[in-house]
């Protein structure tokens, strides 16, 4: 999984990205590879980089070494032209607390060079309407509960067409309906292609949402792919039920992975955990039948991106029930 692609098919790509804060490396030689259309969840426990590889990705921050591109254009060098395509809600929202919902959002939209002011008002409008504010457009952000601050943090990246949203910690304070709304509005968004990357910590939301992932820790990266790729390296389990027990472990060991359980199972069932992530379920099947093994039951259980983050970091997440 090192999440192979060419630079055009890629959204973000980053190449040895590198920033340290005095002694401490917070990103150690970052290689990011997102694609183009792609829901991009971006995992790590507090502390493994996330942000700061957010920040430095849209120039936020310098980096101390290593490149960016987005789009294809070097990072931070094309800043001007990248940016108006980018819409970004990073380390949570922040808004003038005397002013509403809908002038706070006329304000920064005053402040973007880019923006049109003869659609000022219809894209306000439509940004609170598709996060669920428009009741609310008219109080003041001092009434706004966090989650509602929150999305009021998504419309205002959304008040322009975006080819890029990124998104950290986006259900930060969400209750249950909210969180679906941005569900709902993460997968619009991705249907009409966008690319969305979004940084979070919650498993339950990334599974939902997300095409492809990337896991950090300490400021590594130790795993990018597809959701299915991550779950299956190194975790998916194969039961096999037959009365030609022996047999099969004979193939299974010729296929290169290893039987557990004792030599003779008196309930015929053959298990061994799936190690060769190249080997696909079918063509370890196929190989059975080939050598005359008679199947009665063939289950392959994958592994959960729970397990397979703790297996790469050896630490516990936070995921919502």
Same mark, same amino acid.
């Given at each position: 999984?090192?999440?192979?692609?060419? &630079?055009? #098919?890629?959204?973000?790509?980053?190449?040895? *990205?590198?920033?340290?804060?005095?002694?401490?490396?917070?990103?150690?030689?970052?290689?990011?590879?997102?694609?183009?259309?792609?829901?991009?969840?971006?995992?790590?426990?507090?502390?493994?980089?996330?942000?700061?590889?957010?920040?430095?990705?849209?120039?936020?921050?310098?980096?101390?070494?290593? &490149?960016?591109?987005?789009? !294809?254009?070097?990072?931070?060098?094309?800043?001007?032209?990248?940016?108006?395509? @980018?819409?970004?809600?990073?380390?949570?929202?922040?808004?003038?607390?005397?002013?509403?919902?809908?002038?706070?959002?006329?304000?920064?939209?005053?402040?973007?060079?880019?923006?049109?002011?003869?659609?000022?008002?219809?894209? =306000?409008?439509?940004? *609170?309407?598709? @996060? !669920?504010?428009?009741?609310?457009?008219?109080?003041?952000?001092?009434?706004?509960?966090?989650?509602?601050?929150?999305?009021?943090?998504?419309?205002?990246?959304?008040?322009?067409?975006?080819? *890029?949203?990124?998104?950290?910690?986006?259900?930060?304070?969400?209750?249950?309906? !909210?969180?679906?709304? =941005?569900? &709902?509005?993460?997968?619009?968004?991705?249907?009409?292609?966008?690319?969305?990357?979004?940084?979070?910590?919650?498993?339950?939301?990334?599974?939902?949402?997300?095409?492809?992932? #990337?896991?950090?820790?300490?400021?590594?990266? =130790?795993?990018?792919?597809?959701?299915?790729?991550?779950?299956?390296?190194?975790?998916?389990?194969?039961?096999?039920?037959?009365?030609?027990?022996?047999?099969?472990? #004979? =193939?299974?060991?010729?296929?290169?992975?290893?039987?557990?359980?004792?030599?003779?199972?008196?309930?015929?069932?053959?298990?061994?955990?799936?190690?060769?992530?190249? *080997?696909?379920?079918?063509?370890?099947?196929?190989?059975?039948?080939?050598?005359?093994?008679?199947?009665?039951?063939?289950?392959?259980? #994958?592994? &959960?991106?729970?397990?397979?983050? @703790?297996?790469?970091?050896?630490?516990?997440?936070?995921?919502?029930?």
């Amino acid at each position: 999984m090192n999440g192979s692609g060419t &630079s055009a #098919a890629l959204a973000i790509e980053t190449s040895g *990205l590198t920033k340290r804060f005095g002694r401490q490396t917070a990103v150690d030689s970052l290689d990011l590879a997102v694609p183009h259309g792609s829901v991009f969840g971006f995992l790590g426990p507090n502390g493994s980089g996330k942000t700061t590889t957010i920040r430095v990705m849209l120039g936020l921050a310098g980096a101390t070494s290593g &490149s960016v591109r987005i789009f !294809g254009q070097e990072m931070p060098g094309h800043l001007r032209s990248v940016l108006p395509q @980018v819409g970004a809600l990073i380390e949570g929202p922040a808004f003038y607390p005397f002013l509403s919902g809908a002038s706070n959002l006329h304000r920064l939209d005053t402040a973007d060079r880019h923006a049109p002011a003869a659609t000022r008002r219809r894209r =306000v409008g439509e940004a *609170l309407e598709r @996060v !669920g504010l428009t009741h609310a457009a008219n109080k003041k952000v001092r009434a706004y509960s966090l989650g509602m601050k929150q999305r009021l943090g998504i419309a205002n990246a959304l008040l322009m067409p975006r080819q *890029l949203l990124v998104l950290d910690e986006p259900t930060n304070g969400l209750d249950p309906q !909210g969180t679906r709304e =941005v569900r &709902s509005l993460v997968r619009s968004l991705a249907g009409g292609g966008t690319t969305v990357f979004v940084s979070s910590h919650l498993l339950s939301e990334v599974e939902q949402i997300c095409s492809h992932a #990337a896991v950090m820790r300490a400021g590594k990266l =130790v795993a990018q792919g597809t959701l299915d790729e991550l779950r299956r390296v190194g975790l998916t389990h194969l039961s096999i039920q037959t009365p030609d027990a022996e047999a099969a472990r #004979a =193939v299974l060991r010729r296929l290169g992975l290893e039987p557990e359980g004792p030599e003779a199972a008196l309930d015929g069932q053959v298990s061994t955990p799936m190690n060769r992530p190249e *080997l696909l379920p079918e063509d370890i099947a196929a190989a059975l039948v080939a050598d005359g093994v008679r199947l009665r039951g063939f289950v392959v259980e #994958a592994g &959960s991106l729970e397990d397979r983050y @703790v297996e790469l970091t050896g630490e516990g997440f936070d995921v919502v029930q």
